[in-house]
Nanobody, 124 residues
């Protein structure tokens, strides 16, 4: 069973930055793409960013391009989401997820393991 544990969320003022981390259990971390999703209050879960198993491919939602950066350290079994220029609309619970294979994907159906989430709250 794969476990994903997110950390790094918190309360931050608009314009600030955060780095979210997601630590994964297991010995084949580099074989799987990873993704970040978020769910804002009263809204559906939405795709944020994804990275391939090797880290060579990344994709972002249009709403976060230029402000969010996804990266991974396969030696540490950890994926990161660096967030800059936070906006109140970024307020959400952020989830990391592991894909079913190494190809980066934005589709929820391709992810089979999910973390518990970390809350990010941006004050105006």
């Amino acid at each position: 069973q794969v476990q994903l544990v997110e950390s790094g969320g918190g309360l931050v003022q608009a314009g600030g930055s955060l780095r979210l981390s997601c630590a994964a259990s297991g010995r084949t971390f580099s074989s799987y793409a990873m993704g970040w999703f978020r769910r804002a209050p009263g809204k559906e879960r939405e795709f944020v960013a994804t990275i391939s198993g090797s880290g060579g491919s990344t994709y972002y939602a249009d709403s976060v391009k230029g402000r969010f950066t996804i990266s991974r350290d396969n030696a540490k079994n950890t994926v990161y989401l660096q967030i800059h220029t936070l906006k109140p609309d970024d307020t959400a619970v952020y989830y990391c997820a592991r894909s079913q294979d190494y190809i980066a994907t934005m589709f929820v159906r391709n992810y089979d393991y999910w973390g518990q989430g970390t809350q990010v709250t941006v004050s105006s």
